[in-house]
Nanobody, 126 residues
């Protein structure tokens, strides 16, 4: 059974930091392209970041570039999203997603990813 389980969300003041984790079971983690998306109330799901199988070539949306860092630990079957300098507009439910082989194209397209976590809430107060 495939499971992606996010953790690490919470309430933080503007300028603060959070680290999200995404634990994956039921898939060969080292074969997955991993992505993070977020969805704020009343808005569409938005791409945040993605990382390739080896952990290289991270890709970020312009809205988080320079503040967020995506990483992965293939030995622990876990992906991470380090979020620094958080802003109120970062408030959303954050989802991790996995793209197994054969990998689709376009890191930022939600339909590329076959598996999704349940989401973790991030709230940033001003």
């Amino acid at each position: 059974q495939v499971q992606l389980v996010e953790s690490g969300g919470g309430l933080v003041q503007a300028g603060g930091s959070l680290r999200l984790s995404c634990a994956v079971t039921g898939l060969t983690f080292s074969n997955l392209i991993m992505g993070w998306f977020r969805q704020a109330p009343g808005k569409e799901r938005e791409f945040v970041a993605a990382i390739n199988r080896s952990g290289g070539n991270p890709y970020y949306s312009d809205s988080v570039k320079g503040r967020f860092t995506i990483s992965r630990d293939n030995a622990k079957n876990t992906g991470y999203l380090q979020m620094n300098s958080l802003k109120p507009e970062d408030t959303a439910v954050y989802y991790c997603a996995a793209d197994p082989p054969p990998w689709g194209s376009g890191y930022s397209t939600p339909t590329k990813y076959d598996y999704w976590g349940q989401g973790t809430q991030v709230a940033v107060s001003s």
